[in-house]
């Protein structure tokens, strides 16, 4: 199953609002999972309804009742600040990903233009067919075959045999 990407969620704004601060147990934990799911679903706004944000918080309605207003005030004051970092962090992954494309594409670009400058230049060193057809090639020189078959550079001097072959790889006479 193929996963949402998200950012990386700022939890330096929730943990250092004072309310969170200063909240009890069972509403600093309702408070983060809001936050996170607030975060996690690209900062699309929260139900208004209790019964909604009970459901989000994964409480019991006695809890909920109780821990209410800690967790409405806290959201308050988290939840703009919130949607302004996901905003300019989308902004800033929207200029690194248009820079990356043109990068990619200068380098496209760049690339076509070298090939066409190698092929302009072979062209242009190039001797015309007839000419070159006319002309022998300098500086290359045909393999020459070794008395064992393979092709051998040093074939043209004349091989020196030994005089004092013997054992089993004397020929016999």
């Known amino acids: ?3 949402c990407r998200t950012l990386p969620m700022p939890v330096e ?4 609002n004072a309310v969170v601060i200063s909240a009890s147990g069972p509403a600093y934990r309702l408070i983060l999972t809001l936050a996170i799911v607030f975060w996690g679903g690209q900062c699309r706004p929260l139900p208004t309804d209790d019964a909604g944000l009970c459901a989000l918080a994964r409480c019991g309605t006695s809890t909920w009742r109780k821990e209410k ?3 409405r005030d806290a959201l308050r004051q988290i939840i703009p600040q919130l949607e302004r970092r996901h905003i300019r962090a989308l902004q ?3 200029i690194f ?7 990619g594409r200068l380098g496209g670009l760049a690339k076509a233009r ?9 062209f242009r060193h190039q001797e015309p067919p007839s000419i070159q057809a006319a002309q022998p090639r300098l500086g290359l020189k045909k393999p ?3 008395q064992y078959g393979c092709a051998n550079r040093h074939a043209e001097k004349p091989a020196v045999q030994n005089q004092t072959n013997t054992g089993w790889m004397a020929e016999p006479k």
């Open 1 to 3: 199953m193929a996963q």
């Open 13 to 16: 704004i929730v943990l250092n």
């Open 69 to 71: 207003a800690a967790v």
């Open 92 to 94: 800033r992954a929207d």
């Open 97 to 103: 990903r248009q820079v990356r494309a043109e990068a």
């Open 114 to 122: 070298n090939a066409r400058t190698a092929a302009s230049e072979n």
């Open 144 to 146: 020459q075959i070794s």
